[in-house]
Nanobody, 127 residues
Framework: QVLPVESGGGLVQAGGSLRLSCAAS????????MGWFRQAPGKEREFVSA????????FYANSVKGRFTISRDNAKNTVYLQMNSLKPEDTAVYYC????????????????????WSQGTQVTVSS
C-alpha cells in the first residue's frame, strides 16, 4: 500500500513552468506504476501522464506531449511532473495515483487501474 501526497501546485502565467512532486509512503513504491491525472472545472478527470515502475516507459496525453515530462526517483519514493509552456487550459486540480496496470499501454491511461490517489493540488494558469 502507498499513500501519495503531492505538492508544487500554484498560480503561474501562461508560458511559465511548474513542477509537481508526489511523495508516496510505503516500502513498495518502486513496484508501482505512477500516473498524473487532472480535473478542470465542469469536466471529467482525465489522464495526463504515467510511467512504469522503473521509469523506462512513459506515456503522455496528446494535449501535454512535448510540454510535460514525467519522471521518478525510487530512492526518494517520489514522482515528478515538470510542466513547461503552460496554457490556461492546463488549469485544473492535479492528482497523482499509484497502480499496477498490466503490460498493455492502454491500461496506463485508465483511471480504474490505479488504486491509490492523492488529494489533489490546484494548478492555475493565467492568460
Amino acid at each position: 500500500q502507498v499513500l501519495p501526497v503531492e505538492s508544487g501546485g500554484g498560480l503561474v502565467q501562461a508560458g511559465g513552468s511548474l513542477r509537481l512532486s508526489c511523495a508516496a509512503s510505503g516500502r513498495t513504491f518502486s513496484s508501482y506504476a505512477m500516473g498524473w491525472f487532472r480535473q478542470a472545472p465542469g469536466k471529467e478527470r482525465e489522464f495526463v501522464s504515467a510511467l512504469n515502475w522503473s521509469g523506462e516507459n512513459t506515456f503522455y496525453a496528446n494535449s501535454v506531449k512535448g510540454r510535460f515530462t514525467i519522471s521518478r526517483d525510487n530512492a526518494k519514493n517520489t514522482v515528478y511532473l515538470q510542466m513547461n509552456s503552460l496554457k490556461p487550459e492546463d488549469t485544473a486540480v492535479y492528482y497523482c495515483a499509484a497502480g499496477r496496470p498490466s503490460g498493455r499501454e492502454r491500461d496506463y491511461y485508465t483511471q480504474n487501474k490505479y488504486n491509490y490517489w492523492s488529494q489533489g493540488t490546484q494548478v492555475t494558469v493565467s492568460s
